[in-house]
């Protein structure tokens, strides 16, 4: 009987113990085995990458750069090795250019001017000595002088012994001028003006404005440019000089000075 029980016992425990094996092997193959965290993350950024390039590839719209805002910095131009072209003033040309340069100077120029469909020279002679302007024009015998002495102009009347100040804006003097700026040459050589045979030097001033000089055994006697207000080219006899007097730029005692401003 003892036995019995024993062997009863027995098969319980064995029978147990199937039924635990078989309830544990349930569990464990009803959910897939768990990926390690690495495996996982390496997968989900590889799920996402597929779909981001997808979704670019079918309905979103391309990013342009905009050129303004890229990051990348300008690339500078290589300086030229080649020197900037230096200021060059011709034999003949240059006591006259240093004149010009001074203080203390007369520039007069003639051109042919048309009046009434007949042509008459018109002289204009500009003495400078410092901010002092003493201008005199001549026209068909007519001769005017002025005194420039800042913003105030004095017409002077020789015959009469007068002297009138006018505002300088009210004048509207005009000065002859030849060039602006330094000047380079461009050409020299020899040429045929109005029938004579001249030595000549092309220049080209700081502006863009072309223009020659032409000399007669070195003396400077014409000057040639294209006149933009008349649309014409210009041909004008020219004579500069450092030779002037104090004089002509005082008015004389006895004269009777009016201001008019």
């Known amino acids: 009987m003892k036995k019995i029980i024993l062997l009863c016992l027995a098969l319980l425990l064995a029978l147990f113990s199937v039924f635990a094996c078989t309830g544990d092997n349930s569990e464990t193959s009803s959910e897939p085995p768990a990926e390690s965290e690495t495996s996982q993350t390496s997968s989900e950024a590889s799920a996402n990458t597929s779909s981001g390039e997808s979704g670019n590839s079918s309905s979103s719209i391309p990013t342009v750069s905009n050129p303004d805002e890229s990051n990348e910095t300008p690339s500078i131009p290589e300086e030229s090795s080649d020197a900037p072209a230096e200021s060059q003033i011709g034999p003949l040309t240059k006591p006259y250019a240093d004149i010009l340069a001074g203080s203390q100077r007369m520039l007069k120029t003639t051109v042919s001017k048309t009046v009434g469909g007949d042509a008459a020279p018109y002289t204009t002679a500009a003495y400078f000595n410092g901010s002092l302007i003493y201008v005199e024009t001549e026209e068909s015998g007519v001769i005017s002088r002025m005194l420039l002495d800042g913003d105030a102009v004095y017409i002077i009347d ?104």
């Open 158 to 261: 020789t015959d009469n012994k007068i002297a009138i100040i006018v505002d300088a804006a009210a004048a509207g003097v005009e000065l002859p001028q030849l060039y602006n700026g330094a000047i380079t040459m461009t050409d020299s050589g020899t040429t045929e003006l109005f029938g004579r045979e001249y030595e000549y030097e092309s220049y080209t001033d700081e502006t863009g404005k072309d223009f020659e000089f032409f000399f007669s055994g070195g003396v400077l006697e014409r000057y040639r440019t294209y006149d933009e207000s008349v649309s014409d080219t210009i041909v004008n006899t020219v004579e500069i000089s450092s030779d002037i007097s104090n004089a002509m730029f005082e008015i004389p005692d006895d004269y009777t000075v009016t201001d008019t401003r």
